[in-house]
């Protein structure tokens, strides 16, 4: 039980560019989502956290119009990078909480050429 | 605030040698800890977890925590190394903010493991 899924596992693109990155739980409902990233060598770093159906809270620091996070259903929630910079670049790890567990996605890792 | 240190960014052991990997944790309330292991390139997977029951807790693969509150700590433990144990090892703590139960993670360490 409490399998999570996200896609792509990895991508590259060119700076400017946007990123999508999916995360879905394949077999519970997840009432809440945290959105993590990871710099190499270096801990998890919680960017925001949203409910189904409601806007993402997000961490002081982290830029609510450069991280877009859609949580549309209970299964599925969605981070964008807009405009994406190299500096950007890192792991994004997704973490669906159900019934105040918290599991983790197998993270993607975002190249920002 | 609750947060986690962890003692150590880098701990090597050799293969069948006791393994502590330190943690320490600052709360004003009851904490709930955890620990979690994470593979290059890969999520992570929980280890165990302390939520205020037994103070040693048993977890997957061999490992092992005990919580002492006199000594703010939770240290992970495992008797014996296996080669396949090396892999970084996050602690966290669950902090209440914003309305939601959140996981804050302390800075990881590398456990290596040699023949």
């Known amino acids: 039980g409490a399998v999570v899924s996200q896609h792509p596992s990895w991508v590259i693109c060119k700076s400017g560019t946007s990123v999508k990155i999916e995360c879905r739980s394949l077999d519970f409902q997840a009432t809440t989502m945290f959105w993590y990233r990871q710099f190499p060598k270096q801990s998890l770093m919680l960017m925001a956290t949203?409910?189904?159906?409601?806007?993402?809270?997000?961490e002081q620091g982290v830029e609510k119009d450069k991280f877009l996070i859609n949580h549309a259903s209970l299964t599925l929630s969605t981070l964008t990078v807009t405009s994406a910079h190299p500096e950007d670049s890192s792991f994004y790890i997704c973490?669906?909480?159900?019934?105040?567990?918290?599991?983790f996605g197998p993270g993607t890792r975002l190249t920002v050429l | 605030a609750q947060s986690v240190t962890q003692l150590g960014s880098h701990v090597s052991v050799s293969e069948g040698a006791l393994v502590l990997l330190r943690c320490n944790y600052s709360s004003s309330v009851p904490p709930y800890l955890f620990w979690y292991v994470q593979y290059p390139n890969q999520g992570l997977q929980l280890l165990l977890k302390?939520?205020?029951?037994?103070?040693l807790v048993k977890g997957i693969n061999g490992f092992e925590a005990e919580f002492k509150k006199s000594e703010t700590s939770f240290h992970l433990t495992k008797p014996s190394a296996h080669m396949s144990d090396a892999a970084e090892y996050f602690c966290a703590v669950t902090v209440f903010s914003g309305g939601y139960n959140k996981l804050i993670f302390g800075a990881g360490t590398r456990l290596a493991v040699h023949p």
């Open positions: 949203s409910n189904e159906g409601s806007k993402a809270t997000y």
């Open positions: 973490s669906p909480s159900y019934t105040d567990t918290q599991y």
């Open positions: 302390y939520t205020s029951a037994a103070t």
